[in-house]
């Protein structure tokens, strides 16, 4: 007899909010140095030359490789950034070779991050998205996430669904992020806590539903614990299928959706 799913977990970018650029991190691979100026301003500090937006690119840049080089030394091979030490470290940087002037406190390296991101990689619920949670959570299901994710993160629930993750069902024992872990996806660091977790909840494997839009970064290491897994489909420019990547052949997700809401008519 099949059992029931009790639990859905869900990656954020991508699968329940759209993202500009497809996933958090991409944006930054870009040429960004107009948002990156203004972003500067908005935050409190004034650029002093021409070109800070294009140096402050290129800093951005070198900080987040070395940091992800000197990970990668210690083993780590899905290495993940806190973005606002990196922010912190370009901001020292600019500071100390004259391009801008400006207090580099806590609330203002928070404030910059938030400002570049929402310029480079702006978001948005996926269509029925708050109907989608608010279902699940009427059927008993317990919700969770497993994502790469920055500080800021968490934030968009309340500012664009205005509530808290709690109080739209998910479990924060079951909320993985992996600037905290300091590992990225596929890293099972992500997720072997959250399935060690579940054990201790009762729940098997077959009882877990993992929801992304990654066959790499979400449908490999999820099918790897055994658990359901289904692919979002319902944003092209998210959408990775990674074809040709050999960790990803033979991995074939449970369910294929192009709208949150048809996760409501997946058998309990």
Not at 11 to 27: H, P
Request: with cysteine.
């Amino acid at each position: 007899m099949r059992l029931p799913i009790r639990v859905v977990l869900f990656d954020v970018y991508g699968t329940l909010f759209i993202s500009a650029a497809g996933d958090i991190g991409t944006a930054q691979e870009r040429n960004n140095a107009e948002a990156f100026q203004v972003a500067l301003r908005a935050s409190g500090f004034c650029p002093l030359r021409d070109g800070t937006g294009e140096w402050g690119m290129r800093l951005l840049d070198r900080t987040i490789r070395a940091v992800h080089a000197r990970q990668r030394q210690e083993g780590i091979s899905y290495p993940e950034i806190e973005i606002r030490q990196i922010w912190e470290q370009v901001l020292s940087l600019l500071q100390q070779e004259g391009w801008i002037q400006g207090d580099i406190g806590p609330e203002a390296v928070m404030r910059l991050a938030v400002e570049y991101e929402c310029r480079v990689n702006p978001v948005w619920p996926m269509p029925g998205l708050q109907g989608t949670l608010q279902g699940l959570r009427e059927r008993g299901i317990v919700l969770g996430i497993i994502s790469n994710a920055q500080f800021f993160t968490p934030l968009l629930f309340p500012a664009l669904l205005n509530r808290e993750l709690n109080h739209l069902g998910f479990a924060p024992h079951l909320c993985t992020w992996s600037y905290l872990a300091r590992e990225a996806k596929p890293s099972s660091r992500l997720f072997s806590p959250v399935l060690t977790r579940l054990e201790r909840d009762g729940i098997s494997p077959a009882q877990t539903l993992y929801v992304g839009n990654d066959c790499l970064n979400d449908m490999w290491p999820a099918a790897m614990l055994g658990w359901k897994t289904a692919l979002f489909a319902g944003d092209r420019r998210s959408l990775r299928l990674r074809e040709g990547e050999p960790r990803c052949a033979g991995v074939t997700p449970d369910l294929v959706v192009t709208d949150l809401r048809q996760l409501l008519s997946v058998p309990d």
